[in-house]
DNA sequence: TAGCTATCGCAAAGCCTTTTGCTTTTGCGT
DNA sequence: ACGCAAAAGCAAAAGGCTTTGCGATAGCTA
């Protein structure tokens, strides 16, 4: 299997998650990536990851059925919701913090494209890739709120103001996003 | 030809505008609407277009190559760049309308998957969908700042806090998103 | 009105994607 | 170890997308 350069992590949900079939998925992820950070989301097919991963386009379309399926699939889950939120001690710091986070992630010219993939097959379905993104902005105003520490902010100005922007512009005009973005969308909750 | 229930708008740029070719932009222009509408722009083909379009596929892959060309060329221009922009007298109400425009052109199915498949092909290439509109943001607080009444506002805050928003909600959560969503943002811009 | 030429329609060919039935591999429980 | 069953590989066939050459059509200009 060609371009397996991460570790293979433990697939997530399947009735047989050992060895072979992480594999196969570990190798197809790396290859998606790879493929639309090269070609970007629309010009890739399932035939072009299967030979990349070095697998067999027919165990491709019986995992995912297709192409937007599979992207979906990877995107969503590429920014581990599990890893630890900041927490600094002030909301504001950990909204910093996060944002600059988010930024980076999406610095990356293959999370951008896997964004502008999801953009695509997002709207109509619950699902979609930025679900995680949303949960983790309630969470942390959450707890600064039970803590009376909240600043009047709420879960939705944080969307609107730090997510939105950042989102909008990595789509839309990547080269205007760097950290010190993220910082002054932040600062922005805070003054004005 | 199917599906003609609009005027043929003028083509917008032929080195022939006249009759027949015109005929045939329009009714694929519709014909996209129509499929993208009721499938996503994903899940749409050429020759799907050309079908319902009546048109000879070949006629579509000679004028604009593949379908991500084609969906971007046809959501780039689908808000009239030369329609008049709110002339209230006073920026704040000039932003509110505005807003509420943009809300009430991609509250429309059609065009809110236009706009994700827009920004699916959007990023490495220089012109996308919404340049319009940050066009028309920067003409209205420059408008108004040469008045003397830019109110503080850049033209940069204005697509952070007003677009920005917008977009990211029409992409991903479209249902979150009404008219009084806008006016909502657009007092955002003056208070807090 | 006559001629020029851009553009369209048509048809055939090539290529690639996708499906399907079968065999082989291999993880996992006994 | 053994056997079951889930998942992968393989190969062939079907179907659809895309290209290409040629003839027909219809704006445009003199």
């Known amino acids: 299997m060609r371009g397996m350069t991460t ?35 629309e010009k890739i097919t399932i035939p072009m990851v299967a030979e990349r991963a070095g697998v067999n386009p027919t165990s491709v379309y019986r995992r995912w059925g297709d192409l937007q399926t599979m992207i979906n699939d990877i995107a969503t889950y590429h920014l581990d919701p599990s890893r630890p939120l900041p927490a600094t001690g002030t909301l504001r710091e950990d909204l910093t913090q996060w944002a600059r986070e988010i930024v980076r992630h999406y610095s990356t010219p293959v999370n951008a494209a896997l964004l502008r993939g999801g953009a695509a097959s997002a709207g109509e379905r619950e699902s979609d890739c930025l679900r995680n993104r949303r949960t983790e902005a309630a969470m942390m105003v959450e707890r600064a709120g039970a803590a009376g520490q909240a600043d009047g902010l709420t879960a939705d100005l944080v969307i609107d103001r730090l997510i939105a922007p950042i989102i909008y512009r990595i789509i839309f005009s990547p080269w205007t996003v760097d950290e010190d973005y993220a910082v002054r969308l932040a600062d922005g909750l805070y003054a004005r």
Chains 1, 2 share one sequence.
Request: aromatic share 0%; no cysteine.
């Open 7 to 41: 570790t293979p992590p433990p697939a997530r949900k399947a009735s047989r998650p050992g060895g072979r079939s992480a594999l196969v998925v570990a190798s197809v992820k790396n290859a998606v990536e790879e493929l639309i950070a090269e070609r970007g989301s």
